[in-house]
């Protein structure tokens, strides 16, 4: 999108003029800024940046209560200007009470980005992160090629005429405030989230089987050999599909959601004589301690939001919110001092902790204290 396109959308957006799908165009526009070299603090002049801000500010004096979903004029129109007139500008002008209330210590807390450990099976470890943008070979055996590419993916190349004492078990292991992207041997693509892990024998001519902690998203490669997922409680049996699987263990529920093709979902420890099948864009919870599942229709763009760059929740306690931003942040929350409301909202994965925060002030009745690690609402 050209920059003349852009303010002709951002003023009709403004003005409550806007289509359902030249709203999609603009948050599209939003999320790809970070990747965009020319949208820096020359793309509005000072008096522009004053006159949509006054828009802003004026209609949103009409919603303090309301919590804005995804498509609200306010969440996109807000998101836009803090990328393309700098954060910091933006809420300080916006409140700087606020802003400061957090600013001195959260605003230090920088975003999780690509970085892992991986564990082979003759106990190397290799730490992977994109500290080098270039592809390069992570490691080279007889019948073995680990290579860490440009796209920061990390690949497997098995040759079929030999073998390795590296073919046991690998453990790829992403830290809190890290994700990371790994293609298996037999060309499955798996996105793993922060505070997970993924462990898988090479061998997987005679069965394709990992076992995960965590949440992953995952693109299975058609084969004939079934691939199995198994988490602390389930397995999931699939030949081709694309799913997520979010499985934390300080999780009350472990969730499976299905994008494409069909999966099988066995209850581990439980007695059951069939396992449930699952249909395409709906989402299968299961209780981490009782093993009692539901299946429901999915609401599939929060739940892939984590892997195409942003938080979105949809009327999520703010509990739920926060134990997600922690594992992001490296952070740690008091739980206890926390207010029963709900939010919905959504905001890119790649800005600092302090403008996630002051986002949650001003769309709910909060205040944050963020002390040595230590997030607390305040009392």
Do not use: C
């Not at 073995?144 to 079929?160: E, F, H, P």
């Not at 199995?228 to 699939?238: D, F, P, S």
């Amino acid at each position: 999108m050209r920059k003349q396109e852009f303010l002709t959308l951002l003023d009709k957006y403004l003005n409550g003029e806007t289509s359902i799908e030249e709203e999609e165009l603009l948050s599209k526009f939003h999320a790809t800024y970070r990747h965009n070299e020319h949208l820096d603090d020359s793309f509005f002049t000072e008096d522009r940046r004053l006159e949509i801000l006054s828009k802003i500010e004026s209609r949103i004096g009409t919603h303090q209560v309301k919590v804005y979903n995804w498509r609200h004029w306010a969440s996109i129109a807000a998101a836009v200007l803090i990328t393309l007139s700098g954060i910091t500008y933006y809420y300080q002008r916006w409140n700087t009470t606020t802003h400061q209330q957090i600013a001195n210590n959260a605003e230090n807390v920088l975003p999780g980005k690509n970085k892992a450990l991986l564990k082979l099976a003759n106990g190397t470890i290799i730490t992977l992160d994109d500290s080098d943008p270039n592809t390069r070979t992570v490691l080279e055996e007889k019948g073995l090629t680990i290579q860490k590419n440009k796209d920061g993916q990390l690949l497997y190349v098995l040759r079929d005429d030999h073998t390795t004492n590296l073919m046991g078990n690998n453990t790829i292991e992403t830290p809190r405030g890290g994700q990371y992207e790994v293609v298996l041997p037999d060309g499955t693509h798996v996105w793993l989230n922060s505070e997970s892990s993924l462990s898988y024998n090479l061998n997987f001519k005679k069965q394709r089987k990992v076992l995960l902690k965590g949440e992953a998203y995952f693109e299975v490669a058609k084969k004939k050999v079934p691939f199995i997922v198994q988490n602390a409680i389930q397995e999931i049996r699939v030949l081709g599909t694309h799913f997520n699987v979010n499985s934390y263990q300080d999780d009350a529920y472990s969730q499976t959601t299905l994008l494409e093709g069909q999966v099988a979902i066995s209850t581990l420890n439980k007695d059951r004589e069939q396992p449930i099948l699952m249909r395409p864009n709906f989402s299968l919870s299961t209780h981490n301690t009782s093993g009692t599942s539901t299946q429901s229709e999915a609401d599939i763009e929060s739940v892939m939001a984590w892997k195409n760059g942003y938080f979105q929740f949809d009327d999520e306690r703010l509990s739920t919110i926060l134990r997600v931003i922690a594992r992001w942040y490296d952070v740690h929350v008091d739980y206890n001092s926390l207010p029963n409301t709900r939010y919905t909202l959504q905001i890119s994965k790649h800005v600092r902790l302090s403008d996630v925060l002051t986002m949650l002030e001003k769309t709910g009745p909060v205040k944050f204290q963020f002390q040595q690690q230590m997030l607390a609402a305040e009392k």
